[in-house]
């Protein structure tokens, strides 16, 4: 029997696959969420992509202190809540704290003691004007892998307004990451911020942390257990703003809400007292005119 | 001691490669001497240990006893190899570099200076006719000119005595008449050569004297005109009688 | 020396004609240049990431040359037959393992100089200044990790049959150093006896190749190392690639050829 032509195989070969593909391509877009991938990097790594972003979510942390971290094999080495640390201000409790996971302790012998001038063997942190913007790129990369890990735009937003005077793309990446996080009440609390601290802008802020506290209530009424400390900031942050404003009763209603996740319940219902006799003579001066 | 080459109850055992398997005796007490501007021809089927005498003369290999000799220095001593060159058989030249950096590398090695080395460069290309590709790379080679090129790496040094192992090994007729002119060439300059071959007839054409060597011993050396009229045959019938493969002329 | 200098210029000529340096350059700078070109929060002067993945990317360069380049070194010496008009020179075998080690040494030091001035010129494209003495001592400690690591391999190329099992077995080891090396001590001291004694030997016996990485240091501006420790730490890289040459040449004096 005489073969046909080559390139008439090859042609007929190529039929085949290309119907095939089409068979098959609505078939596949089933079995399993790398097949509609909307990022190259889900397309390559799959759900093994939230690996490499948290990698690079505390890359970034490393980044902050100038390339000083424990390993895994050093002794006094904890977990910490990365952002926590990378993001607010701390008490000298906090401090105190922090210097004792962080720390890699004393030389062992002669080789680790040598060996410590070779690595950032000292704990510092990006202090100076400016140098905050070094751990974006991780927290970006950190982004990208993972689009459901809000940490990273809650850290990312508050380097970009506070530190480095970005409030405008603090916004645009909250923005992103409210999008891949709908009902993210951490989102939605730092957008309030960003509108408070950077804009002025209270109505909107308020707007938000109200939102948020509806977000925080809805996962909790769903079960999720949302985070305590989210709680308590959003409604002090609320109470504060009514007090500003004036607005006494509605900022007792937030104290109220504060008091039942704050780690000091006194201090607050000392705060909780103050109002009730500043509403209490607000009231009587009132009646009085 | 009166010859450039002398091997002295040469002995090299291989020790043996597996459990239970006896050693291997690659030589049993050789002994050898080549005079200074001889051509010399080492014969014997594959296993007779051509090979390994080469290797022991050349520090390949060290022998189990005896010893060998190159112009009265022991061959175990890297300066006996300063006044040799060597052929080897079948060998692949570094691919990347060209004929004419090939034999600088191994001029450079010898210590000669850079005039004198691309003087000796240009006249060794002209004499195994490679001066038209000395600035191809030899991986572009054919085997003759890869032979050729080999010759003219031992001959960088001016050597005064030629170590060729299978020397026509594998190359057309065209080639094998090339590296025999040059051979003959050499001999006329006076050098001495030592060299294996299985090539019968170019060995009767270009030797001096030849040895034969069958399951590492000696078993006939002398004068190719000397055996010739001694056996009554010529060379190849001389070779094939020694290691028992055809019967004596005179029986 | 002629015949090592010799030997260390056909290597050195080797590695320009082969193209595996060119590959791993043009990867290194189109990699390091599209990380560049993202947009970042439009901020320009963000540099320490730059500096850390191109400086990550001459790292695995130079390792990947090195391993490359001395696994297959010997082996095709022998494989080509190249080393029978080599060795029939007066040429010694320590002749030839050290001019492979210097060869080798040498072109990685040509490729690493290359590697090195184009990391300056990304990092001064965006901070604008030549941090030359941070850079030479990064250069200078990674080339000293290259002898140590040629010195390695040689060796290994003359135990194992393969250069592509020697390489691998090799990069293990090498990666293995630089990442638990510098740990081993706090590893040992959680175990029981006899193991605690094993890993303690264990962690003062291998070269601590992690003493020649100072990419935290130049990433994140941290100062130069003490020129006195900088001293100290080549001539400990020094003691052990003489200790795996001296190795290399016992192993191969003994190797028989054919």
């Known amino acids: 029997m005489k073969l046909p032509a080559p390139s008439l195989i090859l042609l007929l070969l190529l039929t085949i696959c290309f119907s095939l593909a089409t068979y098959l391509q609505p078939q596949t877009m089933k079995w399993g969420e790398r097949a509609q991938a909307d990022s190259m990097m889900k397309a390559l790594l799959g759900d093994g992509r939230r690996i490499f972003a948290n990698h690079f979510f505390v890359k970034a942390d490393i980044y902050f202190h100038s390339g000083y971290y424990p390993s895994i094999f050093d002794q006094g080495h904890r977990e910490e809540s990365h952002s926590r640390h990378m993001v607010e201000g701390h008490d000298d409790h906090d401090e105190e704290e922090h210097e004792k996971a962080m720390d890699i302790g004393q030389p062992k012998d002669w080789i680790d003691r040598f060996g410590r001038q070779f690595y950032s063997s000292s704990h510092s942190h990006l202090d100076k004007p400016g140098q905050a913007r070094e751990i974006l790129p991780w927290l970006k990369l950190s982004a990208e892998l993972d689009p459901q890990r809000v940490d990273t735009y809650t850290v990312a937003a508050y380097w970009l307004r506070s530190k480095l005077g970005k409030p405008a793309e603090a916004e645009d990446f909250l923005r992103e990451g409210l999008r891949?996080?709908?009902?993210?009440?951490?989102?939605?609390?730092?957008?309030?911020?960003?509108?408070?601290e950077n804009h002025h802008d209270l109505v909107r802020s308020v707007n938000l942390w109200e939102l948020a506290l509806r977000r925080w209530n809805d996962q909790d009424k769903a079960g999720k257990k949302p985070l305590e400390i989210s709680y308590n900031e959003i409604t002090t942050r609320l109470a504060q703003v009514e007090e500003e404003q004036g607005n006494l009763r509605q900022a007792l209603y937030y104290r109220e809400l504060e008091k039942?996740?704050?780690?000091?319940?006194?201090?607050?219902?000392k705060q909780i007292d103050e109002l009730k006799q500043r509403l209490a003579s607000k009231t009587v001066s009132q009646s009085l005119k | 001691m009166n010859g450039i080459l002398e091997i002295k109850d040469l002995r090299v055992e291989y020790p043996s490669r597996g459990i239970g398997e006896p050693v291997k005796l690659a030589l049993k007490g050789l002994n050898l001497s080549v005079r200074e501007g001889e051509v010399f021809g080492f014969l014997g089927p594959n296993g007779a240990g051509k090979t390994t005498t080469m290797n022991v003369l050349l520090g390949f290999v060290n022998a189990t006893s005896g010893a060998a000799y190159l112009f009265g220095v022991d061959v175990k001593e890297p300066i006996a190899r300063q006044r040799i060159g060597y052929l080897p058989e079948l060998t692949y030249y570094y691919k990347f570099l060209t004929a004419e950096e090939l034999l600088r590398f191994y001029a450079r090695i010898f210590g000669i200076p850079r005039g004198e080395t691309e003087r000796r460069i240009d006249n060794l290309l002209k004499l195994v006719e490679l001066e038209h590709a000395r600035k191809r790379p030899i991986k572009t080679y054919s085997k003759g000119m890869q032979q050729r090129v080999g010759l003219a790496q031992a001959l960088i040094n001016n050597p005064d005595l030629l170590i060729l192992d299978e020397p026509t090994s594998g190359l057309d007729p065209i080639g094998r008449m090339k590296v025999r002119e040059i051979i003959q060439r050499l001999k006329n300059e006076g050098k001495t050569i030592f060299f294996s071959s299985h090539e019968l007839g170019e060995v009767e054409t270009v030797c001096d004297r030849v040895g034969i060597l069958y399951q590492g011993e000696l078993k006939v050396e002398g004068r190719v005109s000397d055996l010739i009229q001694k056996y009554q045959t010529n060379l190849e019938q001389i070779f094939l009688q020694i290691i028992g493969y055809a019967q004596p002329v005179n029986s | 020396m002629n015949a090592v200098f010799a030997l260390s210029n056909v290597v050195i000529k080797e590695l320009y004609r082969r193209k595996d340096f060119y590959v791993l350059f043009i990867l290194t700078v189109l990699i390091t240049l599209v990380m560049a070109s993202a947009s970042l929060f439009n901020d320009d002067k963000i540099v320490r990431y730059l500096k850390e993945i191109c400086l990550l990317l001459i790292w695995i360069s130079a390792l990947a040359m090195a391993l490359g380049t001395a696994s297959r070194q010997i082996p095709a010496e022998r494989e080509n037959r190249t080393i029978f008009p080599l060795l029939a020179k007066p040429v010694t075998r320590w002749h030839v393992v050290l001019g492979k080690f210097l060869g080798c040494?040498?072109?990685?030091?040509?490729?690493?100089?290359?590697?090195?001035?184009?990391?300056?010129?990304?990092?001064?494209?965006?901070?604008?200044?030549?941090?030359?003495l941070n850079y030479f001592q990064a250069f200078w400690l990674q080339w000293i990790f290259l002898a140590v690591v040629i010195a390695i391999v040689l060796w290994g190329s003359i135990i194992f049959a393969a250069p592509s099992s020697n390489a691998t077995i090799c990069l293990v080891f090498v990666l293995g150093i630089l990442i638990v090396g510098r740990y081993l001590n706090q590893i040992a001291l959680q175990q029981s006896e006899p193991m605690r004694s094993i890993i303690y030997g264990i962690y003062f016996i291998i070269p601590h190749l992690e003493f020649f990485d100072v990419r935290d240091l130049v990433v994140h501006d941290r100062g130069l190392v003490g020129w006195g420790a900088c001293v100290l730490v080549t001539l400990y890289g020094a003691?052990?690639?003489?200790?795996f040459l001296f190795a290399t040449w016992l192993s191969f004096r003994r190797k028989a050829l054919n």
């Open chain 3, 105 to 132: 040494w040498l072109a990685c030091g040509l490729a690493l100089v290359v590697f090195y001035v184009f990391l300056g010129l990304v990092s001064a494209s965006r901070e604008h200044t030549w941090p030359v």
């Open chain 3, 239 to 243: 003691a052990y690639t003489l200790f």
């Open chain 1, 180 to 196: 891949a996080n709908p009902n993210s009440y951490e989102i939605l609390y730092e957008l309030g911020l960003l509108y408070y």
């Open chain 1, 260 to 269: 039942k996740a704050s780690p000091i319940p006194d201090a607050v219902q």
